[in-house]
């Protein structure tokens, strides 16, 4: 860990590697945590897909992963429901948060918004997120623009850790700034909204910020080939497994994105920065880990 300045640091692989430890001969899956995560649409299942479907949760490590979903949904993801555990959502009625709030009792960790699309209820469902979950709740993609639109003092009235990963434009709308702005002071930007909020805030780059407002961590990793759709679903589903597991800090959040972005330059090794997709990161996570380990 290097020192940058007053609270702020860079993190490496050797900082991390000790989360990674190998597990006992008699451990569980139940040892290991519960990973949620709230997310798709007719429209964008395939985010979900990349997210859970693909594994990236338990490949991170936890030893249950459970997807919520609308039941419209079902017809395409459940075919592709393997190792996870499918949780059905009722139609928003009266008797919609009481199985919500079922279905989230007994998590560690929960990601949501990846690939939600738009929906008249889903503020409401996110204030019920934020004000009865009690575990570590990711917030990405649409999550973050559905939060964009509500009042962020809701933020204050939460029982559980809140992680936001927005990517820059994500970030402008939820502090609205405009994007040069951020990009000239976005060490302080973040730290004061994290620190405003009582919140923590990763801020996805090639260098990206993780701030709880109180200390700041950077971490450098990740490739050109990066830039492909599903890539930011990937990452949550990473931090929704570490998370079930791991404490919620800033250390277990830049393993996340550290595990990310080597199996990201892992996987443009053997496609191209050109042809790599958010899949190939997902089919790297094991590498990234081990390499991780081994100090590499």
């Avoid at 990674?20 to 040892?31: E, S, V």
């Avoid at 639109?149 to 970030?171: A, G, V, Y």
């Avoid at 976005?186 to 701030?211: C, D, M, R």
């Avoid at 931090?239 to 079930?244: C, F, N, R, T, V």
């Amino acid at each position: 860990m290097r020192k940058i300045d007053n609270n702020t640091y860079e993190i490496d692989n050797n900082d991390v590697k000790d989360l990674l430890k190998g597990r006992d001969i008699d451990a569980n899956k139940g040892n290991f945590g519960k990973a949620g995560i709230y997310g798709g649409s007719v429209e964008y299942s395939g985010a979900l897909k990349l997210a859970y479907l693909s594994l990236a949760s338990l490949r991170s490590g936890c030893g249950i992963s459970r997807v919520l979903v609308k039941k419209e949904v079902l017809p395409l993801l459940g075919p592709n429901i393997l190792e996870q555990t499918l949780y059905i959502l009722p139609d928003y009625n009266d008797s919609f948060y009481d199985k919500l709030k079922a279905s989230i009792k007994d998590l560690d960790s929960l990601a949501f918004g990846m690939g939600l699309g738009s929906d008249e209820h889903l503020e409401e469902v996110l204030e019920f997120l934020i004000k009865n979950y009690t575990g570590n709740l990711i917030i990405d993609a649409d999550g973050l623009n559905i939060l964009s639109s509500m009042d962020l003092e809701i933020l204050k009235e939460r029982r559980c850790n809140i992680l936001l990963t927005p990517h820059l434009k994500e970030f402008s709308r939820l502090c609205k700034k405009d994007i040069e702005a951020i990009k000239k002071d976005s060490l302080n930007i973040v730290k004061e909204f994290a620190s405003t909020y009582k919140i923590t805030v990763l801020l996805k780059g090639h260098t990206t910020i993780i701030s709880d407002g109180n200390d700041t961590y950077l971490v450098r990793t990740g490739c050109p080939g990066m830039a492909t759709a599903g890539s930011g679903d990937v990452l949550s589903g990473i931090l929704a497994g570490l998370l079930a597991y791991l404490p919620f800090n800033l250390l277990s959040i830049s393993l996340g994105v550290l595990i990310n972005g080597i199996a990201g330059c892992l996987a443009e090794e053997d496609n191209t920065d050109i042809s790599m997709i958010a899949s190939d990161t997902i089919n790297n996570i094991g590498n990234a880990v081990k390499a991780i380990r081994e100090g590499k």
